[in-house]
């Protein structure tokens, strides 16, 4: 039986502008392949997914879902090797596009030396 495809509205922060992105569950596999399809931003998601890059590392709001927190796969020691991480660090790869998301604002971080870890 098909899921319930639910209208979702993320506000996405990148170089201090805000960009709202609308999509539906499950359209995309993960919240770093919809930023990177609607911002065509160069350098992120370079890995296309697995999380061993970092370059799309993001940082949900404090007020976000506890289970958007709980990091999963390799994103711990991937995070580990970033520096600016914080409580509230994400790959964005590892998130799902779901209703969670939903009017939640999401902000790019700006990492110093992303790349392969």
């Given at each position: 039986?098909?899921?319930?495809?639910?209208?979702?509205?993320?506000?996405?922060?990148?170089?201090?502008?805000?960009?709202?992105?609308?999509?539906?569950?499950?359209?995309?596999?993960?919240?770093?392949?919809l930023i990177y399809d609607k911002l065509y931003m160069v350098n992120f998601g370079d890995?296309?997914?697995?999380?061993?890059?970092?370059?799309?590392?993001?940082?949900?709001?404090?007020?976000?879902?506890?289970?958007?927190?709980?990091?999963?796969?390799?994103?711990?020691?991937?995070?580990?090797?970033?520096?600016?991480?914080?409580?509230?660090?994400?790959?964005?790869?590892?998130?799902?596009?779901?209703?969670?998301?939903?009017?939640?604002?999401?902000?790019?971080?700006?990492?110093?030396?992303?790349?392969?870890?």
């Open positions: 039986m098909p899921t319930r495809q639910t209208d979702i509205a993320v506000t996405v922060v990148y170089e201090e502008r805000e960009h709202v992105l609308r999509t539906y569950t499950h359209e995309y596999r993960s919240l770093m392949a890995c296309k997914g697995i999380g061993r890059c970092g370059t799309c590392h993001v940082r949900l709001p404090e007020y976000a879902e506890e289970t958007l927190l709980v990091r999963s796969g390799n994103e711990p020691n991937t995070l580990g090797k970033i520096t600016g991480v914080l409580p509230t660090s994400r790959l964005s790869c590892h998130i799902p596009i779901d209703e969670r998301l939903h009017g939640l604002r999401v902000e790019i971080m700006q990492d110093e030396e992303p790349g392969l870890y």
